[in-house]
């Protein structure tokens, strides 16, 4: 879309825009569940039980889709469970229905499943515990979409992606299902540089691998994935192989009138089409690992991992978050030959069609705290907030 292109078609969608009035000024003290500005909401800085950490969302969406948290203190309802730091982010599609209920259930769904696993000789978090708590979410929600079919129908065609990463003691434990993005920040003991470190595998069409695994999991359909403008989807719909939601691709039931017709197949099946279940890294942590990125694909759609590092890297921790997205929004104007200070008067809705929500969390580690004998960190709990809704 040329310059000339975008003017004429948001001639009538410009607004006084106050977001980013206070963009190079911090906030911190009074910020407790974050603050709202415009299209923006953000957590500057805060303190999780292994340091420091940043958030920041901004909206694109008539209504906004990405959905957030960090929580941070015990892990489990038992007194001598584990103690951490849990970051979720959930970047919604087709509407915010799913990523909300993600936003509400999943976390609980973790303590509820570790606590009914507990043992005395198996305290800490697992990957087990991570995975059921997704499927458990997931059932949650189809018996949501199943309650609504009658009286709205269209929630069957609601997902998200979802992201999650678990800081316990000196492990951590990421699960990813769709294609946001979590990176580490790992200080080179060599060259002393800061290299990002990918820790998540994504599940997006347009990867080979993926579309192998889709044809390997659906041998009898030719059809699984398909190229439609220059994009692999499956089957020709979306562009992820899982997600929590989309139960038109889940459950045959839900594939059928009155769903619209434009997510409708012309022929049942029986195997669910998408995944919920996630894939799952653990690792241990180290003192030369300094922060992680947690992001949604809006970000990454813009800022390479290691630009996204390097910029965290080279830049103070407080509004770090909000600097990462406003990187990503000033390359987005570029993209479109625009000045950026362009770009923010755009109202939400049309601002779609510049770029996406896009929600950022980065995780500082100090990792002299990983190793204490007794939890003496902060209790928090923070979700990121709908700017206008």
């Not at 970051?87 to 499943?113: C, M, Q, W």
């Not at 103070?316 to 909000?322: D, K, L, Q, V």
């Not at 500082?364 to 709990?381: N, Q, T, V, Y």
Request: aromatic share 8%; hydrophobic share 35%; proline share 4%.
């Amino acid at each position: 879309m040329g310059t000339s292109t975008w003017r004429r078609y948001v001639t009538h969608c410009w607004r006084p825009s106050t977001e980013d009035e206070n963009e190079n000024c911090s906030s911190r003290g009074d910020d407790v569940n974050g603050r709202v500005n415009g299209l923006w909401w953000y957590k500057d800085l805060g303190s999780h039980v292994y340091g420091e950490f940043s958030m920041a969302v901004i909206q694109a969406n008539n209504i906004l889709e990405d959905q957030s948290q960090l929580e941070s203190g015990p892990m489990s309802s038992i007194e001598s469970g584990p103690q951490g730091t849990f970051v979720g982010v959930y970047d919604g599609h087709a509407g915010p229905e799913a990523s909300r209920f993600i936003n509400n259930r999943l976390f609980e769904n973790i303590k509820t499943i570790h606590d009914a696993e507990f043992t005395s000789e198996n305290r800490e978090m697992s990957p087990d515990v991570i995975k059921d708590a997704f499927l458990a979410t997931e059932e949650e929600f189809l018996s949501m979409v199943r309650k609504q079919w009658e009286i709205k129908p269209q929630i069957a065609s609601v997902g998200s992606c979802c992201l999650v990463g678990v800081v316990c003691g000196g492990s951590l434990y990421i699960a990813n299902a769709g294609d946001s993005r979590v990176v580490l920040g790992r200080l080179e003991k060599v060259d002393k540089e800061v290299k990002a470190i990918q820790l998540s595998t994504e599940h997006n069409a347009n990867f080979e691998s993926v579309r192998e695994e889709l044809h390997s999991l659906h041998p009898d359909d030719p059809q699984i994935v398909v190229l439609k403008h220059k994009v692999w989807r499956v089957k020709g719909l979306i562009q992820v192989s899982r997600s929590i939601g989309d139960a038109y691709l889940k459950r045959a039931e839900f594939n059928r009138v009155p769903l619209l017709p434009k997510f409708r197949l012309p022929e049942s099946f029986e195997t669910p089409i998408l995944l919920a279940e996630p894939s799952i890294h653990v690792q241990e942590l180290y003192p030369e690992d300094q922060f992680l990125i947690f992001a949604s694909d809006g970000l990454w759609e813009h800022l390479s991992s290691q630009e996204a590092v390097e910029l965290v890297n080279n830049s103070p921790r407080n509004g770090i978050a909000r600097k990462l997205v406003k990187a990503a929004l000033q390359e987005a104007a570029k993209k479109r030959e625009m000045r950026y200070s362009d770009l923010k008067k755009i109202d939400r809705g049309v601002r779609r069609h510049f770029h996406d929500d896009i929600t950022v969390i980065v995780l500082f580690l100090d990792s002299h705290l990983f190793s204490r004998s007794s939890f003496r960190g902060p209790i928090l709990s923070i979700k990121a907030g709908d700017a206008n809704t």
